[in-house]
């Protein structure tokens, strides 16, 4: 009697060369531990979403207020390429909050590990600005790249970020409960009417190299279809 084969097996047999194949050429596997980890902690004001080296590590649970302070564990490899999206709370045709009555307000900070912290260097572009007094349009919003968190996206055009002081961003009392030290308040030139902002930065550290080895990255069922 013969048995039909179903065509997923096919599709994964194709894919991998063969279960065994697969196996002699896999490297030892060394399981990282949780000491191997680093803890990130963030504040935007007021919704972030957080990439590592092209995969997505943080979103921030709250999208208006209160404001918080998202803290995670991260396991880093170098070198690490963080691309952040961070947003005011802005209607897309007004630019305004509160039932579009007031301007609001940006800023963005966020401290790795011991001395990873946002700074001025880093890379930032606005992507909807307004409301602009003045102007035909009130707002202008840029169209945001596919793969603006990518690690081989062309930032090269790009300026760097301003730096606020902390008095001009108004973070929440729960924000010095975590550890911020040497990081800097940033956020593109106008904290009222840069609304929308990418940030990226790349951190080289080549004698940096992890010990951990957990073969190759499981492949999903999207990835097949």
């Not at 060394?30 to 919704?47: E, G, Q, S």
């Not at 802005?90 to 966020?110: C, Q, S, W």
Request: charged letters at 25%; hydrophobic letters at 45%; one cysteine or more.
């Amino acid at each position: 009697m013969n048995f039909p084969v179903r065509p997923f097996l096919f599709v994964l047999f194709s894919l991998t060369g063969g279960l065994s194949a697969l196996a002699q050429s896999a490297a030892p596997i060394v399981k990282p531990r949780i000491a191997d980890t680093v803890r990130l902690n963030i504040f935007a004001d007021n919704w972030f979403k957080l990439y590592i080296n092209g995969e997505l590590i943080a979103t921030d649970s709250i999208e208006f207020m209160p404001h918080n302070v998202i803290s995670v564990e991260v396991l880093p490899e170098y070198p690490m390429t963080i691309a952040v999206m961070a947003r005011d709370n802005a209607d897309a045709i007004t630019g305004k909050e509160y039932n579009h009555t007031r301007i609001g307000d940006g800023g963005f900070i966020l401290k790795l590990g011991d001395d990873v912290v946002s700074d001025p260097s880093w890379k930032a572009k606005c992507f909807f600005f307004g409301p602009m007094s003045g102007q035909e349009e009130i707002v202008k919003h840029v169209p945001i790249p596919a793969d603006w968190f990518a690690t081989d996206f062309d930032d090269g055009g790009w300026g760097t970020a301003t730096e606020f002081a902390e008095s001009a961003v108004r973070p929440p009392n729960v924000f010095h409960d975590y550890d911020f030290d040497g990081a800097k308040f940033i956020w593109t030139e106008d904290l009222d009417l840069h609304n929308t902002i990418i940030f990226r930065t790349t951190i080289e550290r080549p004698r940096l190299k992890a010990r951990w080895h957990t073969g190759e990255p499981a492949r999903r069922i999207e990835d097949l279809e």
